[in-house]
């Protein structure tokens, strides 16, 4: 990645022009484009411009336009057709964030091709309204913004991963706890499609998995079993596990928390993984109180379970603690706050 030179501004328009034809645009269409997408050479001179060279060639760039102090405006951001598809967008987006906030600015504000919407939700954009365009009157463009301050981890539900994340939490488990640990990726399969909201998922603004909290729902009885020293989860079946966030009269067992390695210590992951879970337990058990357990051996994941209010009450055969807790809504409400000094006080550091 480097800054582009003002001499190429005829190449950088023409690139910008096969791009945009990408997505079969009429010639008409095109041309009502054409003035819109030539960069000029004072442009170049003017705004950050940086290009992306693949083995001696541009392959793409982009531009920055100040809007306020605190805000830039995505002013280009084009690959060529041939390289499409490839990752090269994300680079140029990810730079682009960076330089926006080695400038001070807060925010990038993107006025989009629609067949671009999915790109530029995927790099933390929000969809915030539309813009005529100023090429072709009546056309109405979807504005993105994308907010520069906000945390570079998101957490989000099993079916917002936008793909089945089973193989992938299987990978992080293995990973993590070797291959023998880790559940089979068929059996996550079948209770994720049973129910969908098991799993939380931690998310790098890249689209990259970088850490998971699993919890079962079950009804009383199998719930029951899940603290006795014999109990294999790998027993657990699809039909054993409820339909419902949060399951009436049972409860819920912690199957996994994972963070991988290079987000573990001081990183945020894992608190904002049990500050989640803790979230939506408050919101889905009404108020009504919870039952909660887990198995751990580490004495990180120990911490883990200790944090959401849990106890140990037994080992396994296998010389796991098992964990337990019945857990009010204020005492849900003490572990939020808990979590929430905790995570800001990591953020200090
Ligand atoms: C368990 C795991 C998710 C924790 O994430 P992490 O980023 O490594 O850990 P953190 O730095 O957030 O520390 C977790 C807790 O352990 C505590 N802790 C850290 N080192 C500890 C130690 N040596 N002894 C006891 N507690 C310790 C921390 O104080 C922290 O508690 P808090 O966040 O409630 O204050 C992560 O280590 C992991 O994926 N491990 C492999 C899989 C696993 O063992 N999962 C748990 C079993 S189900």
């Known amino acids: 990645m480097r800054k582009a030179l003002p001499d190429e501004a005829g190449y950088l328009s023409k690139l910008a022009f096969r791009s945009k034809a990408y997505w079969g645009y009429?010639?008409?269409?095109?041309?009502?484009?054409?003035?819109?997408?030539?960069?000029d050479i004072p442009y170049i001179e003017n705004h950050p411009v940086f290009a992306i060279e693949v083995e001696g060639?541009?392959?793409?760039?982009?531009?920055?336009?100040?809007?306020?102090?605190?805000?830039?405006e995505?002013?280009?951001?084009?690959?060529?057709?041939?390289?499409?598809?490839?990752?090269?967008?994300?680079?140029?987006?990810?730079?682009?964030?960076?330089?926006?906030?080695?400038s001070g600015y807060t925010k990038i504000i993107v006025q989009a091709d629609p067949n671009a919407e999915?790109?530029?939700?995927a790099a933390g954009g929000i969809l915030v309204g539309t813009r005529e365009?100023?090429?072709?009157?009546?056309?109405?463009?979807?504005?993105?913004q994308i907010d520069l301050e906000r945390s570079e981890i998101q957490i989000i539900r099993g079916y917002e991963y936008g793909r089945d994340p089973c193989r992938e939490i299987a990978e992080l488990a293995a990973r993590l706890y070797g291959r023998q640990s880790a559940l089979p990726v068929s059996l996550?399969?079948?209770?994720?499609?049973?129910?969908?909201?098991?799993?939380?998922?931690?998310?790098?603004?890249?689209?990259?998995?970088?850490?998971?909290?699993?919890t079962l729902p079950l009804g009383a009885s199998k719930f029951r079993e899940t603290t006795?020293?014999?109990?294999?989860?790998?027993?657990?079946?699809?039909?054993?596990?409820?339909?419902?966030?949060?399951?009436e009269g049972g409860g819920i067992f912690l199957s996994s928390i994972a963070v991988a390695s290079e987000f573990q210590e001081q990183s945020?992951?894992?608190?904002?993984?049990?500050?989640?879970?803790?979230?939506d337990l408050i919101k889905e058990s009404y108020n009504r109180g919870i039952r909660i357990s887990a198995q751990a051996v580490s004495q990180k994941g120990q911490s883990c379970m200790q944090s959401l209010g849990m106890q140990v009450c037994g080992d396994t055969a296998s010389g796991w603690k098992i964990y337990y807790g019945e857990l009010s809504g204020v005492d849900l409400r003490d572990i939020r706050n808990s979590l929430l000094d905790k995570l800001s006080a990591r953020f200090e550091m």
């Open 26 to 39: 009429s010639d008409q269409f095109m041309q009502a484009c054409l003035g819109e997408l030539i960069i």
């Open 57 to 72: 060639r541009v392959i793409g760039f982009y531009a920055l336009e100040q809007v306020s102090a605190s805000e830039a």
């Open 74 to 102: 995505l002013g280009y951001m084009f690959i060529e057709p041939a390289s499409i598809g490839k990752g090269y967008g994300r680079k140029l987006m990810d730079h682009a964030r960076q330089q926006a906030r080695k």
């Open 118 to 121: 999915q790109f530029y939700r």
């Open 133 to 144: 365009s100023a090429s072709i009157p009546g056309r109405q463009l979807p504005l993105f």
């Open 188 to 214: 996550l399969q079948r209770w994720y499609r049973k129910n969908a909201s098991i799993f939380r998922i931690a998310e790098a603004l890249q689209g990259l998995m970088v850490g998971y909290i699993s």
């Open 228 to 247: 006795q020293p014999d109990f294999q989860e790998t027993s657990l079946q699809a039909e054993d596990i409820d339909n419902a966030f949060y399951p």
């Open 268 to 279: 945020p992951v894992s608190l904002l993984l049990r500050l989640a879970l803790v979230e």
